[in-house]
């Protein structure tokens, strides 16, 4: 009977070693996640953006684990997620302590370098209204993307026309 007790308590140490390395191993995961989430403040990026992040620094982190750890913080509110088109990723954006979410605004996409810009802009305001008080739509400004070109490419394009 003291055989298979002891037996029994020793497998009992094996797992909570196994269950303590991997609480470490994933603790270690999301400090470099978070870490690298928090130098990406005010830009946007996508799982796979990321998951390239860490491949290129010979990080191993999963593109699952990834995913679970961006939905956790989005849950949380760290993170703000979007939905820019349906043929492309979600992106995220880093809103860390200092989430101002609760402020409307609008993204604008730029067509030529993919780059995705916030603007907050009151005379945007002024269209929501509109299209509500005239429309009867509400327009959602955290899903709202207007197409275009950026400044950075409008002036390449005219470097290049010269």
Known sequence: MNVFVNLITVI???Q??????KSVYKTRQQDFLL??????????????EVREHFESKEI?????????Q??????????????????????FEYSGEDCKAEVPHFHLKC??????????CEDL?????????????????YRTVLYGTC??????????AK
């Open 12 to 14: 009992n140490f094996a």
């Open 16 to 21: 909570k070693d196994t269950i303590m390395q």
């Open 35 to 48: 870490s690298y989430l928090k130098e990406m403040k005010g830009k946007h990026f996508t799982a796979e």
């Open 60 to 68: 191993s982190i999963g593109i699952a684990t990834i995913y679970r």
């Open 70 to 91: 961006l939905e956790r913080l989005v849950a949380d509110g760290t993170l703000q997620k979007y939905f820019i088109d349906e043929h492309s990723a979600a992106c």
């Open 111 to 120: 067509e030529e370098c993919g780059n995705l810009f916030h603007l907050e």
């Open 125 to 141: 305001e002024g269209l929501t209204n509109h299209l509500k008080n005239e429309h009867g739509f509400s327009l959602n400004p």
């Open 151 to 160: 400044i950075n490419c409008r002036n390449k394009k005219q470097k290049e």
